[in-house]
């Protein structure tokens, strides 16, 4: 069974720094492109930061997290991170990872597999 499962949430405090980790079981994604996305209460899911490790590496940062968040993968587990600083209160939000084949995508339209999410709180 193909599994994505994102651990690493909780409470911080405006300006703190969060680390979430996408781990994947069941299947061998070194060749899948991974998104993060998040989404707040009352809001649609949006896209985060995405990238590939094969080929010609594409990384895809929304706007919102540019200059904060940073994707990055461990190549021998290929657990995928998103490291998260400065954080705002709009920030807060579920957080989910995901995995497609083939190029990255900033639409989760385009992503097969998902996991179950973890929560961001970021107070003021």
């Known amino acids: 069974q193909v599994q994505l499962v994102e651990s690493g949430g909780g409470l911080v405090q405006a300006g703190g720094s969060l680390r979430l980790s996408c781990a994947a079981s069941?299947?061998?994604?070194?060749?899948?492109?991974r998104g993060w996305f998040r989404q707040a209460p009352g809001k649609e899911r949006e896209f985060v930061a995405a990238?590939?490790?094969?080929?010609?590496?594409?990384?895809y940062y929304a706007d919102s997290g540019k200059g904060r968040f940073t994707i990055s993968r461990d190549n021998a587990t290929t657990t995928v991170y998103l490291r998260m600083n400065s954080l705002k209160p709009e920030d807060t939000a579920v957080y989910y990872c995901?995995?497609?084949?083939?190029?990255?995508?900033?639409?989760?339209?385009?992503?097969?597999?998902w996991g179950p999410g973890t929560q961001v709180t970021v107070s003021s």
């Open positions: 990238k590939n490790w094969d080929g010609s590496i594409i990384t």
């Open positions: 069941g299947r061998t994604f070194s060749n899948y492109a």
């Open positions: 995901a995995a497609r084949s083939g190029r990255p995508s900033m639409f989760d339209t385009e992503y097969v597999f």
